[in-house]
């Protein structure tokens, strides 16, 4: 009798087993507990990552305990805070307690719990950056000073004037790499001096409480520290392009204008010739650039490129620049990306993308050829996968991974002299 209701338990499992098999249906995946953080010290949140996908609907329950507390509770606000997260408003927060969290994950299969997580509210505090950051120079003594000044950051939930912020403020020229930090204290506000003149600066400050971490660094703001009257610095020609083989356009980048207005202009000559010409647009490539259109563009001719600042007080010009067109291509991306997931009957399905040449490149004449690539990872992977795939416009793709979703690119260049353009916008696709 035991053996027989032995038997008959094993095959009732068995069955369970294979209709969580057959319907794909089962536990949810263990959620897991990413971070905890309090602003101010008074409030704090957690957020978690939901476990693996599932096809069943999952609810998600935090609850926790205190030191030396026995009872349970449940989360008190799950909508403060955005998606997969809890937030403890003042009447939920001891900063002098640990808290043991976990988040249930339940669906009508069952459930799966997180980890523990051990919260301190006190050694989780890390505030959000400040704001209002502002800069000025004024000039004092003969020396110019930067006046820099921001705010705290605004707290959602409580008054910030019982909250003692320490600061830090770095800044930098806008060239350079390392940054210059000093510590300023409780003040809101910094005077800075011993700054180049002539120079961009780049500044940003963080704070922090007495306890706990730095913020993050507050947005990027730049000024130019004014210069004494003198002639332009050297401008520099950073990068001359064709698009398409039929025109071009060169960049460059202004020096100090040696604190007066300063105009720029830019002189070309052609290998074998002495004329010298100046740019025939200003405009249309935008600020600091000059547009070669096609009556203006020749091939397999040397252009001698210059440019020229002048103000007031004297000139300088640029070191010269030397270009031939054709070693200059660089397409647009390539547009009118499609992917299409094919499902043949009796066969594995398969990806097929297609695009279009970049608009500006005349492929169809011959005088542009070009060559293209792909490249494709899963969406939450880090590696790209990269085919060459040659002149076509189509390409097929069998091996695939059911299940993920992935982020597909394509760039073209021309198939002989010239360089890559820049790589097409994402297109994601979700194999079944």
């Known amino acids: ?37 309090s602003l101010e010290k008074e409030t704090f949140s957690c957020w978690w ?18 030191d030396s507390e026995e009872k349970i509770y449940e989360c008190p606000d799950y909508r403060t805070s955005g998606p997969n997260s809890c937030f403890f408003d003042k009447n939920h927060t001891n900063p002098w307690t640990t808290y043991n969290i976990t988040v249930m994950a339940t669906n009508e299969i069952g459930s799966n719990s997180s980890d523990p ?18 800069l000025e120079t004024k000039p004092s003594a003969g020396i110019m000073y930067l006046w820099a000044k921001w705010s705290p950051p605004p707290l959602a939930y409580v008054s910030s004037n019982s909250h003692v912020y320490h600061y830090e403020l770095r800044l930098k020229p806008e060239e350079k790499e390392e940054w210059e930090t000093v510590s300023v204290g409780v003040q809101t506000q910094y005077k800075g001096i011993r700054l180049q003149a002539g120079v961009k600066y780049v500044v940003q400050v963080r704070c922090m409480l007495d306890l706990g971490e730095w913020s993050e660094w507050s947005s990027e703001r730049h000024i130019q520290i004014p210069s004494g009257e003198a002639p ?21 980048k202004p020096g100090s204008d040696g604190g007066r207005p300063t105009i720029y202009t830019l002189l070309y000559s052609k290998e074998g010739e002495e004329q010298v010409y100046e740019c025939p647009d200003y405009t249309t490539a935008g600020p600091n650039s ?19 600042a002048t103000n007031e007080m004297g000139s300088n010009v640029s070191d010269p620049h030397y270009v031939d067109v054709t070693y200059i291509v660089q397409p647009d991306p390539p547009v009118n990306v499609t992917l299409e997931l094919k499902k043949p009957i009796n066969r594995k399905p398969y990806l097929v993308l297609t695009w279009s040449p970049p608009l500006l490149a005349d492929v169809r ?3 542009l050829t070009l060559e ?8 939450e992977g880090e590696e790209w996968e990269t085919i060459f795939v040659g002149q076509q416009t189509q390409y097929k793709m069998f091996s695939l991974n059911p299940g993920k979703k992935y982020i597909v690119q394509i760039h073209c260049k021309p198939d002989h002299h010239g360089s890559w353009s820049e790589w097409s916008s994402e297109n994601y696709i979700q194999i079944p």
Request: a positive charge; aromatic letters at 12%.
């Open 1 to 37: 009798m035991k053996q027989k209701l032995t038997s008959s338990v094993e095959i009732i499992l068995l069955l369970a087993l294979n209709a969580v098999g057959l319907t794909g249906q089962s536990y949810p995946g263990k959620p897991k507990i990413i971070r905890c953080r």
């Open 49 to 66: 990552k939901p476990g693996s996908d599932e096809e069943l609907p999952t609810n998600y329950t935090l609850l926790y305990s205190k």
């Open 117 to 134: 997580h051990y919260v301190d509210v006190a050694s989780i505090v890390q505030p959000d950056a400040p704001v209002n950051l502002s």
């Open 232 to 252: 332009p610095e050297k401008p520099t020609i950073i990068k001359c392009r064709s698009p398409e083989k039929e025109t071009f356009t060169c960049w460059w």
């Open 290 to 308: 000059c547009y070669f259109d096609k009556k203006h563009t020749s091939f397999w001719t040397i252009y001698n490129i210059t440019v020229r």
């Open 365 to 367: 004449s011959g005088w």
């Open 372 to 379: 293209y690539e792909l490249r494709l990872k899963p969406e």
